[in-house]
């Protein structure tokens, strides 16, 4: 009696043991498929042109009176907004700043009095913001004709002068986004096409950042993140998507 108990319950761990092993053997083969994916990444770009321009013109006079030199800026003053409203530059683009002047004879370390010196030194600048970035690129080319009439300008302290921006990003920024995302996914098709598999489910997708540079400038390492040009009318703008599927 005792020989067939041990004989039965030999065989119902045994058989235990089996369908143990059965199901263990089928979770780790269903867990290795599902573990199974392709990471690739989609991107799109677009050329735009720039929709708003930024130009700074500075105007600078030297004098040893002070009132003198104010009622000099004050005519060079006249003469670039006349310029500029008579080229169609809408009164209401035209910002002026406040006069900034030195006094070289209060400066420390500046002897004034050295040769012919002034020792007033006064500028000021002038911000021109319009949407028509033709005609502020054209306009910007005539200030030749400011010095044909005496206005002395200079370097902007601002670097270049005219800038362009583009302002407009968030108004394609889906379509180019569904773009990438499909980009991403043709990538993905074909890796498994080379390989006899199926793409599966999306499993997750990051968006890189919107890069924005001039069209002449370089896009290598754009998704890294964001870059800006502001010398050209024209820019590039790029994003990248990185997408994992799996593979069936």
Known sequence: MKTTNIWIISIALILSFAINA???GRSLQRFKAEDRSVSVKGFSEREVKADLAVWIIQT????NDLLDGSKAMEAARSKVVAFLLQNQIKEEEIIVEGINVMDKKAQQYDNYQQGNAFRYLITQNFQIRSNNVDLIQKVSRMTGELLQVGVFLTTSEYGNPLQFYFTKLNDIKPEM?????????QAAEQFASENNSE???????TQGLFTIVDRTASLSGGEGGYASGTNDLFKKIRVVIS??????
Do not use: Q
């Not at 793409?199 to 997708?205: E, P, Q, T, V």
């Not at 997408?243 to 069936?248: F, L, M, R, T």
């Open 199 to 205: 793409i599966g489910r999306l499993k997750k997708a």
């Open 60 to 63: 600078r006079m030297a004098n």
């Open 177 to 185: 986004i569904t773009e990438a995302t499909k980009n991403a996914r």
């Open 22 to 24: 059965l199901f263990i």
């Open 243 to 248: 997408a994992e599927y799996s593979i069936d």
